[in-house]
């Protein structure tokens, strides 16, 4: 069965930052685009980065200069590497295997594998 954990959240200072890591398993990791989406209270799904098996990348306009999403295929790993972290960052985190090989795809608790999630809150 394909699995997705996440870890690596919690409550960060404005300015701080975190890592997010994503532990893949039940497929090839190595052949498959990934996306960290998120969800802040009362909005709606928003992916924010986009890794393709080749480890190309996108971001979204919003985390651009601050996010970087990389993949370690050995380790079955994905990781989000957030700085500068502002309070309009706080969701909480997913790591995302979309149903298509796509930079397009739009994200949607109906389609893909998801992770549990991580909790980001950003506040002082």
């Known amino acids: 069965d394909v699995q997705l954990v996440e870890s690596g959240g919690g409550l960060v200072q404005p300015g701080g930052s975190l890592r997010l890591s994503c532990a893949a398993s039940?497929?090839?990791?190595?052949?498959?685009?990934m996306y960290w989406v998120r969800q802040a209270p009362g909005k709606g799904l928003e992916w924010v980065s986009i890794?393709?098996?080749?480890?190309?990348?996108s971001y979204d306009d919003s985390v651009k200069g601050r996010f970087t999403i990389s993949r370690d295929n050995a380790k079955n790993t994905m990781y989000l590497q957030m700085n500068s972290l502002k309070p309009e960052d706080t969701a909480v985190y997913y790591c995302?295997?979309?149903?298509?090989?796509?930079?397009?795809?739009?994200?949607?608790?109906?389609?893909?594998?998801w992770g549990q999630g991580t909790q980001v809150t950003v506040s002082s």
């Open positions: 890794i393709s098996d080749g480890g190309t990348t």
């Open positions: 039940g497929f090839t990791f190595s052949d498959h685009f």
């Open positions: 995302v295997r979309p149903p298509i090989w796509s930079w397009t795809w739009v994200p949607s608790r109906k389609e893909g594998y």
